[in-house]
């Protein structure tokens, strides 16, 4: 298997990891691996449980732990597992490992193993058309009008069925699909720039909460914001050299172990990176803040009172 040259660790290094390896590093074995050897299912190594429900998928090299709900890459797992911040994380990696000791992911190994049917194939993108995924954006507070602008409907396959779900695509084709009840990846992964050449740049960590922003600012003048979605906190570095043209870097992570550490190690790199969380402090993220307030504090507010832009 292969191994990093030398140099130090960065967060791209670390990602590139190989989870299952690194686990094991740690202590943790599987209680099972399914699917041809692509599927581990651990005791979850960030609490205490009976049964193993924290998964590892071998394919793309990503964790979800089932009673958390949440995971991620091997940077939001270091996150949560070590406690903490991005700057400590890289300094114990550096000083724990060289980057010849760890064994770099080779999605080739598992190709043959987990067959193509197992992977998830887009089979074709339209405008929003059907009305449970309508329906899903109302539950989430997003107007169907909103969402047609920066999204598809998008009908995907995976081992042999087919799904549909609202689609957003990413700078390199690929895209983040939701439903009411799956949130799935198209490869490939990547970040997705709205970018008009401007001075400022709003950050989300996912595209629910970029359309929460598009939502509630529904007079914003178009062109005076670039925008990114990270499609995932952990692609934050990805983003950097784009976020790095923009004079003011306005942040909207989730109130998350790993989005909080990101908010931070971003404000640790100058004044220009503004913190915006404080909107939705008590819920996790902006597109949950948005529902609970059209559930619980629109009917207190008086007419004519709007949300302040903040921006």
């Not at 760890?102 to 929003?128: I, M, W, Y």
């Not at 989300?204 to 909460?209: L, P, Q, W």
Request: with cysteine.
């Amino acid at each position: 298997m292969e191994k990093f040259g030398n140099g130090l660790f960065s967060l791209a290094k670390i990602r590139e990891i190989d989870m299952v390896g690194y686990l094991e590093r740690l202590g943790f074995a599987p209680e099972a691996v399914k699917k041809n050897g692509t599927d581990y299912w651990y005791l979850s190594p960030l609490r205490k449980e009976t049964g193993a429900s924290f998964h590892v998928d071998a394919v793309t090299n990503s964790w979800y732990d089932f009673g958390l709900m949440g995971g991620g890459n091997l940077v939001d797992f270091c996150l949560r597992y070590y406690n903490c911040s991005i700057p400590d994380l890289l300094a114990k990696f550096n000083a724990d490992f060289s980057p010849h000791q760890l064994t770099v992911f080779d999605a080739a190994l598992h190709e043959g193993r987990a067959g193509k049917e197992s992977k998830l194939a887009v089979t074709n993108v339209r405008p929003l058309y059907a009305y449970p995924l309508k329906n899903y954006l109302h539950e989430r507070s997003i107007p169907v009008a909103v969402a047609d602008g920066f999204c598809s409907e998008v009908a995907y396959q995976i081992n042999g069925n087919t799904y549909y779900g609202v689609g957003f695509k990413n700078d390199s084709g690929g895209y983040e699909i939701r439903n009411k009840n799956y949130k799935q990846s198209s490869s490939p992964k990547d970040i997705t720039t709205i970018a008009f050449g401007v001075d400022s740049v709003h950050v989300f960590e996912g595209f629910m909460d970029f359309l929460s922003w598009q939502t509630l600012h529904p007079y914003a003048e178009p062109g005076t914001a670039d925008f990114v979605v990270l499609n995932g906190a952990g692609m934050f570095d990805r983003a950097l050299p784009f976020l790095e043209e923009h004079d003011v870097v306005r942040l909207w992570l989730d109130r998350d172990v790993t989005g909080k550490a990101y908010t931070q190690y971003a404000l640790s790199m100058g004044p220009k990176y503004r913190d915006e969380s404080g909107w939705y402090e008590k819920h996790k993220d902006l597109n949950e803040w948005q529902v609970q307030k059209g559930e619980v504090q629109k009917p207190r507010m008086k007419p004519g009172l709007r949300l302040p832009v903040g921006s």
